[in-house]
């Protein structure tokens, strides 16, 4: 078929050629500019066909662009659509307008159990028939009521105690032992929480209804308390056979080994039955979970990247109400959005005696200038030696709730030049002299503050902050570990470079669910390991060991 086109065209053109000899000349000069013509438009037809494609496929390319967009807009399937995004703006955005794309993706195992998560806590949440059944006769002493009265819906209560960063680390840690034990976590609102973070969860509320039965004692809750679970261990006051209406978990600072171990298996037989938790925390204690065989088992399907536990959790639950989101943004938009490169320092003194010490500012330099991350000051013939046609610019966020740390290093980059030809500017956004926990504004600024310094390149943090824990951690940093100073003196080596992200355990069990007492639970498990802050304490999770 294709070779008798070929000999059809071959006639056609030779009997066109004759025609075309035989034609007048103003015939022939006619035939030329019209098949000039069609031969110009073919060329521009071919050129808009051409153009046609490319913008064909540069939409492709956008609608995928978009996609991907949409998808970091999510975290990864973290976050479920659907909520008004109006009321809650820092939900969707936080993570696709002012954080880079995270190393650390959530498992599609984590993302299916926090969707059936939300429907639990929309089925048995307050307000709901579930709900109040459970509550209905709560407040008795009926010693048979967890056995009478325990459906399929069971619950965790965390109370909010100590400061705002304790608050997040362990409100984060009741959550995923929520997910483990498949109860539903209500949140004590009668602190700040609600001025603080947007509701996680769609269509329903994590916070404790304030006519909750027990609200007016749980305050008073302390480990001398008979429904303490450590207390009853003690008194062999609780077995399987004898299940209380509810129980006081005591996770605190000052908890006996009794109360740690709550989450062992063993411990688990008889606590599970129990309907209502109620917990008071200051530490993070999620390292310790992964003492659980069966714990562990599930958490290596949720967190295969076992450091990013807290990471992903704080990003799912904790997204900044509307007015500290403005805070937030406003700040960074001013003094971090143009900068090349963002250095936070969180500089937190356990110290007796408040204030300004001058072997605290000799240690931070000693860290950010030993590790390269601030130039040292050269004198100003020197510095001609440096400058390049296009200075960088690095913005230095310090939070503290003293502002002369700040002062001493914007002074010291303002009067003398950096022996690299970088700008250095300084910011504080705060600097209260003393902690005001659940003082309205003052908690708001501290948590804008943990934000802010999550958004920067490099961080560096005190020993023992939760403040400083929270901060690397929700921005998936690595932190320079500043070591806690002893005796009025700079520690040398100042800081340590950690190799994880995960915030630390402080005053954690002393061994694991199975070992004999005394045993150092720094080596129970081998991706569970003692803190590089802590002198061979307090426990967190490593991947890279």
Not at 270 to 297: E, G, R
Not at 505 to 511: A, E, I, K
Not at 535 to 541: A, E, H, P, S, V
Request: charged share 20%.
């Amino acid at each position: 078929m294709l070779k008798q086109t070929k000999v059809n065209m071959y006639h056609i053109f030779q009997i066109s050629g004759d025609v075309f000899r035989a034609l007048g000349l103003k015939i022939k000069i006619l035939i030329t500019v019209i098949f000039s013509g069609l031969l110009i438009g073919s060329v521009i037809l071919l050129s808009f066909s051409n153009n046609f494609n490319d913008q064909l496929l540069d939409a492709t390319l956008n609608g995928s662009s978009e996609s991907e967009t949409l998808h970091d807009k999510f975290i990864g399937g973290l976050l479920k659509p659907g909520f008004d995004e109006g009321s809650c703006v820092s939900r969707y955005t936080q993570s696709l307008l002012y954080r880079k794309p995270s190393p650390y993706k959530p498992s599609p195992y984590l993302v299916s159990k926090l969707r059936s998560y939300e429907k639990l806590h929309k089925r048995c949440g307050p307000g709901t028939k579930a709900y109040k059944k459970a509550t209905k006769n709560l407040g008795h002493d009926d010693e048979n009521y967890a056995s009478i009265s325990v459906g399929k819906c069971r619950y965790i209560v965390w109370v909010a105690v100590y400061g705002l960063g304790n608050r997040i680390l362990t409100l984060a840690s009741v959550f995923l032992y929520a997910l483990l034990t498949n109860r539903v976590v209500l949140v004590d609102q009668s602190k700040d929480i609600s001025d603080l973070f947007c509701e996680p969860f769609p269509g329903t509320s994590w916070l404790l209804p304030r006519d909750f039965p027990l609200m007016k004692q749980i305050d008073g809750y302390n480990k001398e308390y008979s429904r303490c679970y450590g207390t009853m261990l003690n008194n062999h006051a609780i077995s399987t056979n004898s299940t209380p209406r509810h129980l006081y978990l005591h996770i605190l600072h000052d908890s006996r080994d009794e109360d740690k171990m709550f989450f062992c298996t063993k411990d688990q037989d008889m606590i599970d039955k129990v309907p209502w938790l109620i917990v008071k925390a200051n530490v993070y204690f999620v390292p310790s979970l992964w003492f659980n065989p069966t714990f562990q088992t599930e958490l290596m399907k949720l967190f295969p990247q076992k450091e990013a536990v807290f990471h992903h959790l704080a990003r799912y639950l904790y997204h900044p109400t509307n007015q500290v989101w403005g805070m937030i943004t406003r700040y960074h938009d001013a003094h971090l959005a143009r900068a090349d490169d963002r250095l936070g320092i969180q500089i937190r003194v356990f110290s007796d005696k408040a204030g300004y010490f001058q072997h605290v500012m000799d240690q931070i330099l000693s860290c950010t200038q030993r590790e390269k991350l601030l130039p040292k000051v050269v004198s100003h013939e020197e510095s001609k030696l440096n400058m390049s046609e296009s200075q960088k610019l690095k913005a230095v966020l310090v939070t503290s709730l003293y502002p002369e740390y700040a002062d001493r290093l914007k002074n010291m980059f303002w009067e003398q030049p950096s022996s690299t030809g970088e700008l250095i500017e300084v910011y504080q956004p705060s600097g209260e002299r003393y902690q005001q926990t659940d003082n309205k504004l003052h908690d708001q600024k501290a948590l804008a503050e943990m934000y802010l310094l999550s958004l920067t390149d490099n961080i560096v943090t005190s020993a023992r902050s939760t403040f400083g824990y929270v901060a690397h951690s929700l921005g998936g940093l690595k932190p320079w570990l500043l070591y806690q100073p002893r005796d009025a003196s700079a520690p040398d080596p100042p800081c340590v470079r950690s190799t994880s992200i995960d915030p630390c355990h402080l005053t954690p069990p002393s061994h694991g669910c199975d070992a004999d007492w005394g045993t150092d639970s720094g080596k129970v498990v081998p991706f569970v390991k003692h803190c590089e802050d802590r002198d061979n304490d307090g426990l967190k999770l490593f991947d890279e060991l």
